[in-house]
């Protein structure tokens, strides 16, 4: 297969660093653009310039170590080539084109003997330390070879505690020499475009404290794995992407997978688990499964997050809190894999082209939701801004779109999803002194506009050791909005007897959740809801009023308090 302008571009980096610098560089391509073509053509050039060059490929899955094998293969298929991989049950040393797994090689340098390139791949994972597999085999190479040179590719250019991995005293790599990202991707048509957009159920990890750079395990889980909370958010899921054809959850630790899994399958979706203690021979069956529809989700511990290459998947949950920004990118990186239509040839096609050919087809867009806070811990996946050695980072700078509620970074002007506008406030020239502040406020008016209702459902809602209440979801188009009936709340029910008579419904008002929602065919639909951006929460809007489809007669007049929920209560009810 003809390289794309990308990969050729990648591997000439390579060598023109060479030409220029003796040192090791670092090659940065985005989750599903093909870095086992770019590791195979480049082990090829390699060989066939310098046929005494000895190669090997190394990496820590073995379905990564497979598929790099296949990819040379496929490019170079008379080159002797071999595989050391207990894993994969073959184990030969002495082959001139190598490809192996770290567990099974990592103490295996001297029966492997002289490597002159040793190509890692996924190589953020290698760590810092120097006792580690990675780093005991590099440096048991290089004391055999003083001369060996390394090359590096991943997605992520950086690792949890150091920051970038060509930055440091102990960095591996002297050069990132190719970066290719996923805006590019997705701009080229190359990559499906990941939406994510804000939820109603979010964990609070607040008070959750860290270990080893990292949220600690007990803690997090105390918060988050809880009966009511895992529901809900299966419900969440269900409800708002339970369309989607093939989904991957992370959560943390296999209690909380475990628990995650019954809960869907319980709601009726054939789900399964995998962890890190799964046998490998149960794990592929599961991924085939998967692939094949025989699933419509696995739950995992972070084991899916690098290595498993599931074309289909158009839907990512994310129960995993991380300080990661590796992590959280190559979990997000799952979903971009592109699904064209049959019979559409990508390289014969424009970008142009190929976006509308996604776009037209069974996967679209891969919808990422984020329970856990990835996001507004790290910021959009394609603006990624590692943390630097022993430096604390502070909330990533994102902004919501208020016309799809789609999370955009903070310096955009144009919405990633639905090229919204964003309008930018001018700075002052100056900052007025009390005494020459104007009158009256300069700030603009809170945004806000009526939109019309395609769909509206109710579902029955109960905050952990609160009221049981109704949430309203409300469809606009592709877009879901929610409003809320307090039906059990002592100082907000107003709000649901508002609601109920301007619908039409019959008194007696419902006194109880379970009484509404058998009651709820007396009520006229929703024709059109009028939507503000919160003043309690500035990354969510709140549905301020709304009018019914069929005017009653009987209704009283629509009251002034338009106050939300969360402004009536002070936040005594959380949305």
């Known amino acids: ?14 060598f023109d660093f060479w030409g220029q610098k003796d040192g090791h560089p670092l090659v940065d391509l985005a989750t599903g653009t093909g870095k086992a073509m770019v590791n195979g053509v480049l082990m090829k050039e390699l060989r066939d310039g310098w046929p005494d060059l000895r190669v090997m490929s190394v990496t820590h899955v073995q379905e990564i170590v497979e598929s790099n094998y296949k990819e040379y293969v496929g490019v170079d298929p008379f ?4 595989i050391y991989a207990s894993s994969l049950n073959r184990r030969e040393p002495k082959s001139h084109m190598l490809f192996g797994q770290i567990q099974s090689v990592y103490n295996k340098a001297q029966e492997i003997g002289h490597v002159d ?51 440091g005293d102990d960095k ?90 019954d809960v869907f399958k319980r709601l009726g979706r054939k789900v399964e688990m995998v962890h890190g203690g799964t046998p490998a021979g149960e794990r592929r069956r599961l991924i085939e499964e998967l692939k094949a529809g025989d699933l419509w989700g696995l739950v995992n511990d972070n084991v899916l997050s690098t ?12 129960g995993y809190r991380t300080m990661s920004a590796a992590r959280y990118v190559q979990r997000a990186g799952r979903g971009t894999r592109v699904v064209y239509p049959p019979g559409f040839d990508p390289e014969a096609a424009d970008a142009e082209a190929r976006r509308a050919a996604i776009a037209g087809w069974i996967k679209p867009n891969c919808r990422y939701m984020d329970f856990a806070g990835n996001i507004k811990e790290h910021g959009p996946v394609d603006m990624i801004q590692p943390r630097k050695p022993g430096k604390g980072q502070g909330e990533a700078p994102v902004k919501v779109c208020p ?137 969510k809007w709140d549905v301020k009023d709304y009018r019914p489809a069929a005017a009653n007669d009987n209704a009283p007049a629509a009251s002034n308090d338009n106050r939300s929920m969360a402004e009536i209560l002070d936040d005594e009810i959380a949305f």
């Open 1 to 14: 297969m003809a390289l794309r302008y990308y990969q050729r571009s990648a591997i000439d980096a390579v």
């Open 79 to 82: 080159a002797p080539t071999g």
């Open 117 to 167: 390139v040793l190509q890692i791949d996924e190589v953020h994972l290698v760590p810092t330390k120097d006792t580690t597999m990675y780093r005991s085999f590099i440096s048991d190479l290089q004391a055999i070879n003083p001369d060996m040179k390394m090359v590096g590719l991943t997605a992520t250019p950086y690792r949890l505690d150091s920051g970038r991995l060509d930055e």
């Open 172 to 261: 591996l790599f002297d050069e990132v020499v190719y970066t290719y990202g996923i805006r590019q991707g997705v701009d080229d048509g190359y990559l499906t475009p990941l939406s994510s957009k804000p939820l109603s159920t979010n964990y609070d990890v607040t008070g959750v404290r860290k270990s080893m750079g990292d949220f600690k395990a007990s803690d997090y889980r105390a918060a988050v794995d809880s009966d009511s909370l895992n529901r809900l958010v299966a419900e969440e899921v269900l409800d708002v992407e339970g369309h989607r054809n093939k989904a991957l959850l992370f959560f943390r630790g296999i209690e909380h997978c475990t628990r995650m899994r």
């Open 307 to 318: 290595g498993t290459n599931i074309v289909g998947v158009d839907l990512i949950v994310d």
């Open 403 to 539: 016309s799809c509620f789609e999370i955009n970074h903070a310096s955009v002007r144009r919405c990633s999803c639905c090229g919204f506008e964003f309008e930018f406030e001018e700075k002052p020239r100056f900052e007025a002194r009390s005494d020459t502040a104007p009158i009256l406020s300069t700030s603009a008016a809170t945004p806000e506009h009526w939109i019309p209702v395609t769909r509206r459902r109710f579902r029955y809602h109960e905050k952990l050791g609160g009221n049981p209440s109704i949430k309203i979801v409300y469809t606009s188009g592709l877009s879901e909005y929610w409003g809320w009936a307090p039906v059990q709340h002592p100082k907000a029910k107003f709000l649901a007897d508002k609601f109920w008579v301007r619908h039409g419904g019959q008194r007696p008002f419902p006194a109880t959740a379970d009484e509404w929602l058998s009651r709820a065919g007396e009520l006229q639909e929703t024709a059109e809801i009028r939507i503000e951006q919160s003043k309690t929460y500035k990354k």
